[in-house]
Every structure is written in structure tokens, then in C-alpha cells.
């Protein structure tokens, strides 16, 4: 069966005045139609570029896509021609941006820029497609959409904006929808509400959604399987129970770790990590007041830039579990099996066909850590 | 936009004593030593980096490596930017020393020669009264380049004194400060020449420098008052009020030298403005007055004459317009530089 | 530190009826006031010694209009902030800069709060400079490298610029140029919220060894429920201006009795696909309708009334006061300014 959209291997590199900078090294990952792939990563892990390179909205120069195909329906959008991809990027696949108020045009009544869109893609006429405009705005709970739709976008709160953005991607009902960081700028009520809404619609028309974002707690409640992002590559692809009860990639446990919850007072040990003495940050600490939490786990330094990208695993300066080995080989994206079997399905670069075949293709696990069994175990 | 993608990088990882995971080893001691909150610096720049709601591209992107040494890596690739400054290094050698390149003198007429065209030696003719235009107008250059010169510097820091102190302080000052600016905004430039300058008898650039100083200031005014408020507003300048620092040291230390550069953009182009402003003055006969040797003045001169001797006004001209040319391009190719939007 | 008396019964600062007000105002010259943003309205806490008070809410709920009150950087248009017993808002000059000394704040945007052109070196020396009196004894560049150590940065950076750093390690530049002057209370205003989750970790952290430290005590502002959380002793929740319930973490966290605390924490995302679902009942949120109300034209009575489930006529009329409900013990005896505190039954089994 083909997948509504498969990335294989996406390279992009950047053009920069100190050189070239590989922004996404060989990313891989598919969405089925009704389901929801949760991209996670920090800022700079190239996650919104491997989106930009999708949707075909990569700034280039100095962006340009390297190699890789992005499968939409079975045929590459990166071989098509400009016209043919260009319908479908305006009917099959849409986005959602994160600064809504940037995304739309300040000057054009918001019940005007949705309606434009069945005017010049449905070729409705102006009645039907005001019309359907508002019915949109009410499809995305926005109070008296019929006295709104005469409102400028700078009349809109921030919750409500965004709704606009979703109704505008939904408009020509497309079947997958990516959504850049579509809560961050949001209050947290707020938010709830827009990822509510996002996922009501997913379910409803059956769309395949490609959410990217940073914050494990939204991808929780919403995503079916997450693909963690480090360095311009995919670390960990796991179903999200699996991800979040046994993370086998020491970033995603470190990630993990590092975030305070909500519904924890108190003590962060909640999972095990190796080598307590190497990374210093998880000794029991003193708790100082009386109900203050404990010392948090905390992944050491900080991402790595592009342009000096670690030999090896880029993980490994940062990792408690590195060995020689992490510095010297790269490690290629391991199939994750539950019992004690193991193979490596893929060797990155020279042979990612047979990873994607096998590994991300199915609902399976993977891994790009030389020792993911022993983080599976720990 | 949703992740701004800023494309330029540090290279800190060069110049980082810690080094860095590259050849660090994966168990590093110094990174891991005894206390876990201390990670050395290993890895210095986050280049994508993505505040949540934030304004997107602002003006105040601090990345790279800083706003002066990337200009400059900037300049130094821009062919409009090697053009106009070698231009203008020139100009400026010869208003200082004129006779490198011209040996006569540039008030020595032979009535006799008046209007002739190019002859050996003097490839550029004579001009009425016989004197050698070539030699005039290379000593032409002394009074446009210090009337432009003299004139910004008047208006740039009149105005952004005024201008900066109106920004930080606001309040009545602020509106007192803009409505003056608006009454010399409204004063047509050849008008108020006419009337000013005609009162004038003296021959010397300064009243020209004053007057031009005089309405050029509310344009540099402007400019840096609306640089000011930005910065005004920026987290540092915050921090050292709230560290109780005098408006003084706030506005010298924190404030004038990040709001500078839109000043110093506006400057350099209204430069190229001031010297034809000055020829113009002169070709009206309010500006310099002879015997004080200026390309306005000439032109004013030869445009008599246009018909039977063209090269009397062709060369003064020709050496005007490429002079403000030069500053007009050298204006944009900093401008260019500096502003952020443009990158 | 200084030999400072400790106090361990007398807050350090105590904030009483602060209110800020913002004039709107309509014409260029001859200025009409035609209203006015109630940015924070009667809102009053106290800090202990060696605490963490934490403030949450969302935009515009005053959060950081209260950071700059406490900072001086703007004057309240009511009520006191008395530190050590004195009320400071009506202090100015030298006794001004003397209070400054012992509230420090660090920013959130640690892209902005330091100054580009100046050096690390410079950055973090200011304070001294501004406040010669408070400077160490001795070398000021050796202590400008201690505090560059104290925050975990290679004091050999000294010379560095800030743009050569990552936002983590601007984020500890910053809180070393808090922490120059040894003040009390370092008033931190969202000081993680523009960081990388990773690194996020890495600041708190830095934060709570140094409150260990120094004796420090923090107003910990954040929209982040989850951080507020892990670094408070206590927790204060604001709404449109006003402190909506205030209590210690496990009364706000665990115990909420405010519905807009209970509607707040239920809407926050646990990053946890639901956690046991064998042991634990599903989350039940609570999703608010509409927006928050503008702080210009707030509503009368119980702010929150707009959005409120509960809201009766008496919301509208009575401003519910911020105190302990009758009737309720345990945990969930905090104050809260609600008529109809209580308990959420069906979030706690």
C-alpha cells in the first residue's frame, strides 16, 4: 500500500558565508491518511526545514534540497514539474504556520481570503463562496462567524487567528495537513482548544497530519507516532506509548527527563539512567524548601551547529552513554525490537532503501543509537 | 515564517580553547566533572534559533558576528561598495592636495585663450575668462567635498543629539523636538537659500555649510529619534535601568551605540545630496561666490555658453555628478550592509 | 555574603494592593485620557527568605508588569512594595540605587537583554560600576571571572561577546549580572521560556543551586505550569490583573480550588500518553470557552466571570475577595478569590 506521504532520505543544505551547512542529513518518514505523525526537535534540528523541503516552500537560495524523494500518494514531488506540483500543493496538501497573524494578509477581510480560496480554486462564484467562507469560520468555532467575516486579521485574538489559519488550510479539504508549531504562540487554554479542534478535523475528514513541534506535552495527547529530530536527522521513530514509556535513544530519554510535569511534585527520577556519576545532574539533591522539586535531569551543553557537525553519532558529546565507537561511527537507524533480537536494517547513506522498506515503513521501531538496547533495558 | 531560519553561522567552534565534541572523545572529564551544572562551553551557537511568539526577523538579530564585522565582510565583497569608495578616496586626496594632480594655478587667466577648446596641457579647455577649466575643476573638488563633508557632520550630530534626546526622554520634549523639525521640514531648500544666504556676504563655505546644517538636521532628527525608541525598548537597556545606571551612561553606553547605524546610512547618502545642494546654491548665486573655486560656481558661468563652448560646462558637471554618485552609492552600499531586513 | 541579619520570620518583600494603571490617551499635543488598562489591580504577596514565590498566568494577565514594579522599573499607581520594612516605591536617588542593589531581575529573552556591543566582561561588571560601594574588595575583572564560574561559564570568556555564545549560556551571562551585586531577591521574569527544552533543564537547575547558595529568593514568573511547579515553594495565580488563588505548590497543583486554576492546570499538556490507564482515570479537561477580556474594559465583579462554568449574578456585582473559603480543610484551604471554591470531585479520585 502507498502512503499518503513518504520522505526517503531527505538532504537539504544551506548555503551560508562560512561555508556549507547540512540542515537535514537523510530524513525519512512517512504519515498514512487518518493518522498523526508528531515531528519532534528543538530549535535547529532542522524539523521545519524538512518541512519547508516538503511543502516546496524552502527559501533556495540558500536552501537546496541535496537528494532524497518526498512521496506524496506514490509519486516524488521533487521530479514533478512546477505547475503539477503546484496544484497539488494547493488542494492535497496544505499548512499551518505558527505566526498566523504574519500569514495573513493584514489588509483583506479574513471572510474575503477564505472565500478567494473556492473563488480561484472551486471557481465558485463570489455569493457561493462567501457563503461557504462563513460556514468554514463556524466549522472552526468562531463565535458569529457571519458578523466576522467582514473583520480584518488584527481583530482577532491569537487563538482566533489561528482558527482562521486552520479553516484556510482545511478549506479545499486537503488530505494532509503539516502544522509548524501551530500552538506555540498560544496560552496554554488556548492551545487546548486549537490541538482539540486540529485533531476533531484529522479525525473527521480523515486527513494525514504532520504536526512539528518542540513540546512533548502536545505531542502526548494527540500524535499516533513521533519521529525525534537531532542534528538534521531522525533519531528515534517510535508509536507514542512506546516512545514515551521506553525511549530507545538517549536524547529522547534525555528529553524526556528534562521537563518538569504538571502532575509530578517533586522528584524527577522517574526513569533510569546510565552511568549516574559520568553526567553529572541526577544526584539526589537536598531538596531545599519543603515542596520545591528536585534537581531536574538535564542533557549537558547544547545542540551542535551545522557547519561543525560531531564525527560519528552528533549525539555523542552530549551523551551519558557515548563510547568510542559513537564518536567514530555514525550510527545507522537500527530496527527496535521489544525481545533480545536486533539488525541493523540500514546503514545510513549507503543503504537506505532497505530502512525504509523495513523499518519506518511499518509501525516498528527505530533507532539511531549503536546502543539502543541497553537504553531500551535500562 | 515559522522557524526563522538565519543563515549566518558562528564560527566560535574555531576560536572555543574548550574544543568540542569533534575531537573531545565522548567521555570528556572537563565537561563531566564533579559539579553537573557546569557544562563547559563546548558548543557555542544555536544558529536556528526560535523564540515562541516573539516578533519574527526583527531589525535586532544578533546572531553572526555582529553587526559591524558583517557589514564589513559584506562591504568588502560589494564591487558598487570598492567603486564608490575608491572614488571618493580620490576626491578627497585631491581637495586636500590639489596640485598632485594639477601644477597650474587655477585663478591664472589669459583672456586671450577664453573659450578654447582642449590644446596640449590642457585637455579640458579655458573657460571665459581663459583660465584652465581642468585645473578649476580639480580644484573645485575642495569646496564641494568640505561643504558636503562639513554640512553632514553638523547635521548628523545636531540631529541625532536632538534627535536621540527627544527618543530616549519623550514626553513634551519630544513633542516640542518634532513640531520644530516639521516647521524647517516645511521651508522650501531654494527659497530658504534665496532669502538666508542672500543676506551673506561672505565668500567662505561656512555660511553654506550652516545653512545646509540648519535644514538638514530634522531629516537625521527623524531617523535617529525612531532608532532610539527601538532600542529603548530592548531587554539590556531594561537591565541596566533596573541595575539603577544614570540616563547618561544608559544612552552612551547601551543606547547610542546600537541605534547608530541607521544615523550613519542617512548620513552618508544625504552627503552625496549636500554637495549638489551646494552647486546648486552656488550656480544661483547665493552659495560660494567667486573668487572661491566651485563647480556651481562654473556651472553657473558656463551655462551661458552652452552652445560655442560646451566643454566650459561639460567637465565641472561631469565632475559633480559623478562626486554625488559616488556618496549616493557608497549610501546604499552601507545601507545594504547594515540593515538587516535586506540580508 | 554579606553579614546580612537573617531574618527567618519577616518576609523579605511584601507587596500590599499594587495596582498599575495605564493611562489611554488620545491626541499629539494636548493629550485626552480616554481610559485606562488596569495592567495589575490590587494584587498583594509576600517572599520569605530563601523562597521561590512563582507567578503564573497567561499573556496579559500582569505577570511582568508586576516584574518591573518590583524592580522599580516603573511606579505603581497604588499600594506598597515594602523591602526590609520599607516601602520603596516612594524611594528615589540614592536610596533608590540602594534598594536596586538588593533586587536584581533577570529577562527572558536571552537574545535582547544583553547589550551587543559590550563584552561578557563588560556585561557582568556594569553592576560595579554603577554601584562602586558594592564592589569587592580587589581585583574586579577576578571577580567578574567568579561569577562567570559561579554560573558555569569558562571564566576565560571573559572577552567574549555575547553573540559568540549559545541562548543557554546568555541566559547564565545574564543571571551572573543578576547575581553581581549579591542582592536577596532576583525577580525572574519567564528566564526559561525561550530556551531549548534541553537546556531549559540545565538553567533551572543552575537557578536552584544558587537560591541554595546565596540564600536567595525568587519571584519566578513563567506561563509554564509545569516549571513554575518544579522550582516554587509557593504559587500565586493571576488573571486580568488580579491574583486569582495563591497557595504552596501541592494546594495550587494538586488541591486547586479557583476555577480558573482547575481549567488552567487541566489544559496543560503532560507529556505522557495517558499516564497508567489502568490506575488512573482519564484527564478530564476542562476546555474555556472564548478569550480573555481586554484589561482595558475588564468585567465587573469576579474578572473571570466571562469564562466561568459557575458564574452566577452574584459574580458579576461582589469582586470576590482573595482569602481562605470557609469550609473547606486540608490542602485545600488556600485562599482564592472565588465565591464558589471548591475542590474539583471528579479530577481528584
Redesign the interface.
Known amino acids: 500500500m502507498t502512503r499518503l506521504l513518504e520522505v526517503r532520505d531527505l538532504r537539504v543544505q544551506?548555503?551560508?558565508?562560512?561555508?556549507i551547512?547540512e540542515?537535514v542529513g537523510g530524513v525519512s518518514y512517512g504519515v498514512d491518511a487518518g493518522r498523526t505523525l508528531a515531528v519532534l526537535g528543538?530549535?535547529?534540528s532542522g524539523?521545519?526545514?524538512t518541512?519547508q523541503a516538503v511543502m516546496g516552500i524552502l527559501?533556495s537560495p540558500?536552501?537546496r534540497i541535496t537528494g532524497g524523494e518526498v512521496l506524496f500518494r506514490g509519486r516524488d514531488l521533487l521530479t514533478m514539474r512546477a505547475e503539477q506540483r503546484r496544484r497539488i500543493r494547493g488542494a492535497a496538501m496544505a499548512m499551518i504556520?505558527?505566526?498566523a497573524l504574519?500569514a495573513l494578509n493584514p489588509v483583506i477581510t479574513v471572510g474575503a481570503q477564505l472565500a478567494e480560496m473556492y473563488e480561484v480554486h472551486r471557481g465558485m462564484s463570489r455569493g457561493d463562496a462567501q457563503r461557504r467562507a462563513v460556514e468554514l469560520m463556524d466549522r472552526v468555532r468562531i463565535p458569529a462567524a457571519g458578523q466576522r467575516a467582514g473583520d480584518y486579521p488584527h481583530q482577532f485574538s491569537g487563538g482566533m487567528r489561528q482558527r482562521i489559519m486552520i479553516a484556510m488550510a482545511m478549506a479545499l479539504e486537503p488530505d494532509l495537513i503539516i502544522a509548524?508549531?501551530p500552538t506555540?504562540?498560544?496560552d496554554v487554554t488556548v492551545q487546548a482548544q486549537v490541538m482539540d479542534l486540529l485533531a476533531e478535523l484529522r479525525r473527521e475528514y480523515a486527513m494525514g497530519l504532520v504536526l512539528?513541534t518542540?513540546d512533548l506535552g502536545v505531542v502526548a495527547d494527540v500524535a499516533d507516532t513521533i519521529a525525534v529530530m537531532y542534528a538534521g536527522r531522525i533519531v528515534e521513530t517510535a508509536p507514542v506509548r512506546d516512545l514515551y514509556r521506553r525511549p530507545a535513544h538517549p536524547y529522547t530519554r534525555g528529553l524526556l527527563d528534562s521537563v518538569p510535569r504538571v502532575d509530578h511534585g517533586g522528584g524527577q527520577a522517574r526513569r533510569g539512567h546510565a552511568d549516574h556519576g559520568?553526567?553529572?545532574?541526577?544526584?539526589s539533591h537536598g531538596v531545599h524548601g519543603a515542596h520545591r522539586g528536585g534537581?531536574l535531569y538535564?542533557i549537558?551543553?547544547?545542540?551542535?551547529?551545522?557547519?561543525?557537525m560531531?564525527?560519528g553519532c552528533p549525539f555523542?558529546?552530549?551523551?551519558p552513554r557515548?563510547?568510542?565507537v559513537?564518536?567514530v561511527e555514525r550510527p545507522p537507524l537500527y530496527e527496535v525490537t521489544t525481545d533480545a533480537g536486533t539488525d541493523a536494517v540500514a546503514n545510513t547513506g549507503a543503504d537506505t532503501e532497505s530502512g525504509i522498506g523495513s523499518g519506518i515503513g511499518s509501525d516498528g521501531r527505530t533507532s539511531a543509537c549503536h546502543f539502543w538496547k541497553e537504553e531500551l533495558h535500562a | 515564517?515559522?522557524?526563522p531560519?538565519d543563515?549566518?553561522?558562528?564560527?566560535?567552534?574555531a576560536?572555543a580553547?574548550?574544543g568540542?565534541?569533534?575531537g573531545?572523545?565522548?567521555?570528556?572529564p572537563a565537561?563531566?566533572?564533579?559539579?553537573?551544572?557546569?557544562?563547559?562551553?563546548?558548543?557555542?551557537?544555536?544558529?536556528?534559533?526560535?523564540?515562541?511568539?516573539?516578533r519574527?526577523g526583527g531589525p535586532?538579530?544578533?546572531?553572526?558576528?555582529?553587526?559591524w564585522s558583517d557589514a564589513w565582510?559584506d562591504l568588502r565583497r560589494n564591487p558598487v561598495f570598492i567603486v564608490s569608495a575608491l572614488i571618493i578616496l580620490f576626491l578627497v586626496v585631491i581637495a586636500i592636495w590639489p596640485q598632485l594632480i594639477a601644477s597650474g594655478n587655477p585663478y591664472h587667466g589669459d583672456l586671450a585663450r577664453a573659450q578654447d577648446g582642449p590644446a596640449p596641457g590642457h585637455p579640458f579647455g579655458y573657460d571665459l575668462q581663459g583660465r584652465d577649466v581642468y585645473t578649476r575643476t580639480v580644484y573645485g573638488a575642495r569646496a564641494s567635498i568640505t561643504v558636503g563633508i562639513c554640512a553632514t557632520l553638523g547635521a548628523a550630530l545636531l540631529g541625532s543629539a536632538l534627535g536621540g534626546l527627544a527618543g530616549y526622554f519623550g514626553g513634551w520634549w519630544d513633542?516640542l523636538l518634532s513640531?520644530i523639525a516639521d516647521v524647517f521640514f516645511g521651508i522650501p531648500i531654494l527659497l530658504g537659500g534665496l532669502v538666508f544666504l542672500s543676506v551673506v556676504t561672505s565668500g567662505s563655505v561656512w555660511p553654506v555649510v550652516g545653512f545646509i546644517v540648519l535644514l538638514g538636521w530634522p531629516q537625521i532628527s527623524r531617523i535617529a529619534r525612531g532608532s532610539v525608541v527601538t532600542v529603548k525598548e530592548?531587554?539590556?537597556v531594561?537591565?541596566?535601568?533596573?541595575?539603577?545606571?544614570?540616563s547618561g551612561?544608559t544612552l552612551l553606553?547601551?543606547i547610542a551605540?546600537?541605534a547608530v547605524a541607521p544615523v550613519i546610512v542617512v548620513a552618508t547618502i544625504a552627503l552625496g545630496t549636500y554637495i549638489s545642494l551646494e552647486a546648486t546654491l552656488s550656480f544661483l548665486g547665493v552659495g560660494l561666490k567667486p573668487p572661491t573655486v566651485s563647480w556651481g560656481i562654473d556651472i553657473s558661468s558656463a551655462a551661458t555658453q552652452i552652445r560655442n563652448a560646451p566643454h566650459m560646462l561639460l567637465w565641472p558637471a561631469g565632475a559633480l555628478s559623478i562626486t554625488v554618485l559616488a556618496f549616493i552609492m557608497l549610501g546604499d552600499a552601507v545601507r545594504d550592509a547594515l540593515d538587516p531586513k535586506l540580508r | 555574603m554579606p553579614d546580612r541579619m537573617p531574618d527567618p520570620d519577616g518576609p523579605v518583600l511584601e507587596v500590599r494592593d499594587l495596582a498599575k494603571l495605564y493611562p489611554l490617551t488620545q491626541g499629539?499635543?494636548f493629550k485626552r485620557r480616554t481610559g485606562a488598562v488596569r495592567a495589575v489591580d490590587t494584587v498583594s504577596f509576600a517572599l520569605r527568605r530563601g523562597e521561590t514565590l512563582g507567578i503564573v498566568g497567561e499573556s496579559g494577565c500582569g505577570k511582568s508588569t508586576v516584574a518591573?514594579l518590583l524592580?522599580?522599573?516603573e511606579r505603581p499607581t497604588a499600594g506598597t512594595i515594602h523591602y526590609r520594612g520599607e516601602d520603596i516605591t516612594r524611594l528615589s536617588g540614592r536610596a533608590?540605587?540602594a534598594v536596586?542593589?538588593n533586587i536584581?531581575?533577570v529577562?527572558?529573552?536571552p537574545?535582547?537583554?544583553?547589550?551587543?556591543?559590550?563584552t561578557v566582561g563588560d556585561i557582568v561588571a556594569?553592576?560595579f560600576e554603577?554601584?562602586p560601594e558594592a564592589t569587592p574588595n580587589g581585583n574586579r575583572r577576578r571577580a567578574v571571572q567568579d561569577l562567570l564560574d559561579v554560573v558555569?561559564?569558562?571564566p576565560?570568556?571573559i572577552n567574549?561577546?555575547?553573540?559568540?555564545?549559545?541562548?543557554g549560556?546568555r541566559q547564565r551571562i545574564?543571571i551572573a549580572?543578576g547575581l553581581a551585586?549579591r542582592p536577596e531577591v532576583i525577580v525572574a521574569d519567564e528566564p526559561v521560556?525561550?530556551l531549548?527544552v534541553s537546556v531549559q533543564a540545565?538553567v533551572i537547575?543552575?537557578m536552584e543551586?544558587l537560591q541554595d547558595e546565596f540564600n536567595l529568593s525568587y519571584i519566578f514568573i513563567a506561563h509554564d505550569l509545569s516549571v513554575v511547579r518544579h522550582i516554587s515553594n509557593r504559587v500565586a495565580v493571576m488573571y486580568l490583573g488580579r491574583i486569582a488563588e495563591t497557595g504552596t505548590g501541592p494546594e495550587i497543583y494538586d488541591h486547586p480550588t479557583h476555577p480558573y486554576t482547575q481549567a488552567l492546570l487541566s489544559a496543560v499538556p503532560v507529556p505522557d500518553p495517558d499516564p497508567e490507564p489502568e490506575s488512573r482515570e482519564p484527564r478530564t479537561r476542562i476546555l474555556l470557552t472564548g478569550d480573555v477580556p481586554s484589561p482595558a474594559n475588564p468585567p465587573s465583579g469576579c474578572r473571570f466571570r466571562t469564562r466561568c462554568w459557575k458564574a452566577q449574578d452574584r459574580c458579576a456585582v461582589e469582586v470576590p475577595v482573595l482569602a481562605v473559603p470557609t469550609g473547606l480543610a486540608g490542602p485545600g484551604a488556600h485562599a482564592s478569590a472565588c465565591h464558589f471554591a471548591e475542590e474539583r470531585a471528579e479530577v481528584r479520585e
Open positions: 544551506f548555503r551560508t558565508r562560512d561555508g551547512a540542515a528543538e530549535s535547529g524539523k521545519s526545514v518541512a527559501d540558500p536552501g504556520f505558527q505566526d504574519s509548524d508549531e506555540t504562540a498560544l512539528i518542540h559520568r553526567h553529572g545532574g541526577h544526584e534537581k538535564a549537558r551543553g547544547a545542540p551542535p551547529s551545522p557547519l561543525t560531531p564525527s555523542h558529546p552530549r551523551c557515548a563510547q568510542e559513537c564518536r | 515564517m515559522p522557524e531560519f543563515t549566518r553561522y558562528d564560527m566560535t567552534e576560536i580553547p574548550a568540542g565534541g569533534g573531545g572523545g565522548a567521555v570528556d565537561a563531566s566533572g564533579p559539579q553537573g551544572l557546569k557544562d563547559r562551553p563546548r558548543r557555542l551557537t544555536l544558529p536556528w534559533r526560535k523564540e515562541p511568539g516573539r519574527l535586532a538579530a544578533p546572531t553572526g558576528r555582529g553587526l565582510h513633542a513640531r530592548h531587554d539590556y531594561q537591565a541596566a535601568r533596573a541595575l539603577g545606571a544614570s551612561r553606553r547601551h551605540p546600537n | 499629539v499635543v518591573r524592580v522599580s522599573l533608590l540605587r536596586r542593589r536584581q531581575m529577562f527572558q529573552d537574545y535582547t537583554s544583553l547589550n551587543p556591543r559590550m556594569e553592576p554603577i554601584h558555569g561559564l569558562n576565560e570568556h567574549r561577546y555575547p553573540h559568540q555564545f549559545s541562548g549560556q545574564g549580572r551585586l521560556s525561550a531549548d540545565q537547575n543552575l543551586s
